[in-house]
C-alpha cells in the first residue's frame, strides 16, 4: 500500500505571494490532517478534514485554509505569505475521523521557504 | 488546557546503552489518548504506540517500552540497547476531545 504522499516537496515563495500544497492520503483512508512544524513553536495542529467536511481548526490564522476532495485528496492553502511562515507542512492520514484518537500516517511533509 | 512537556531537548548515548525519554502531561479530560512518534531525518513521522486514558499497563516492543503513570501524568518511553538507527526525534502527543498536541520533542543521539 502506498503512504501518504505531498507534493511538492520543496518550495520557495516570496512574501504576499499564496501557495498551495497537495496530500494524497493512504488509499481508504478519509481523514486527512495537517500540521505545521516549526523549530520555535514544534508541532501545531492545523486541521482536519474528513469526507470533505472540515473538522476541527487549529489556532492560525484565516490566511490558512484547506479542503477535501471527494476523493479524500486534500490541499492547503496559505495567502499572503509572511516570513513567519516558513515551516514544515506535515500531512497526515487515517481511517476514521477524529485524528486526535487515532493512530496517523504521516508524509514527508513539504518544506516551504518563504523569503 | 491540553499540554505536553519534554524537558529532555536533546540526548546522547552510545550504542547498547539504555535511554529513557521524559514525557509529562497537563490535561482536564478524564478521557485522552497518548501517543509517542519518531521522526528520523527523513522528515515523516512514524507511529510508535497509543494509550488511552483507562489503560495504565505497561508495554513493551521489542527493545522499545513504555511506562504510562496517571498518579504523575507520566508517559515514558525506553529504549533499551540502543542502536544507530534510533537516532531520531521522538514526539509524546496527547489527544483526545481536542485535537493532538504535541510536546517540543527530544532529539537523540546514538553514537556508534
Known amino acids: 500500500k502506498a503512504g501518504v504522499t505531498q507534493t511538492p516537496r520543496y518550495l520557495i515563495k516570496t512574501r504576499g505571494q499564496q501557495v498551495t500544497l497537495s496530500c494524497s492520503p493512504i488509499?481508504?483512508?478519509?481523514?486527512v490532517s495537517w500540521y505545521q512544524q516549526t523549530p520555535g513553536q514544534g508541532l501545531q495542529f492545523l486541521f482536519e478534514?474528513?469526507?470533505?467536511?472540515?473538522?476541527n481548526k487549529g489556532n492560525f490564522p484565516g490566511r490558512f485554509s484547506g479542503r477535501q476532495f471527494s476523493n479524500s485528496r486534500s490541499e492547503m492553502n496559505v495567502s499572503t505569505l509572511e516570513l513567519g511562515d516558513s515551516a514544515l507542512y506535515l500531512c497526515?492520514?487515517?481511517?476514521?475521523?477524529?485524528?486526535?484518537?487515532?493512530?496517523?500516517?504521516f508524509g514527508p511533509g513539504t518544506r516551504l521557504t518563504v523569503l | 488546557a491540553q499540554k505536553v512537556t519534554q524537558a529532555q531537548t536533546e540526548i546522547s548515548v552510545v550504542e547498547k546503552e539504555d535511554v529513557t525519554l521524559d514525557c509529562v502531561y497537563e490535561?482536564?479530560?478524564?478521557?485522552?489518548?497518548l501517543f509517542w512518534y519518531k521522526q528520523p531525518p527523513s522528515g515523516e513521522l512514524v507511529f510508535l504506540i497509543r494509550?488511552?486514558?483507562?489503560?495504565?499497563q505497561n508495554e513493551i516492543s521489542g527493545r522499545y517500552s513504555w511506562n504510562f503513570q496517571k498518579s504523575t501524568s507520566s508517559f515514558n518511553f525506553t529504549i533499551t540497547a540502543s542502536q544507530v538507527v534510533d537516532s531520531a526525534v521522538y514526539f509524546c502527543?496527547?489527544?483526545?476531545?481536542?485535537?493532538?498536541?504535541f510536546g517540543k520533542g527530544t532529539r537523540l543521539s546514538v553514537i556508534a
Open positions: 502527543a496527547l489527544g483526545g476531545n481536542t485535537p493532538l498536541v
Open positions: 497526515a492520514s487515517s481511517p476514521q475521523t477524529a485524528s486526535s484518537y487515532n493512530e496517523q500516517f
Open positions: 494509550r488511552n486514558s483507562f489503560d495504565e
Open positions: 490535561t482536564r479530560d478524564t478521557t485522552y489518548y
Open positions: 478534514y474528513f469526507s470533505e467536511t472540515q473538522r
Open positions: 488509499s481508504g483512508h478519509r481523514s
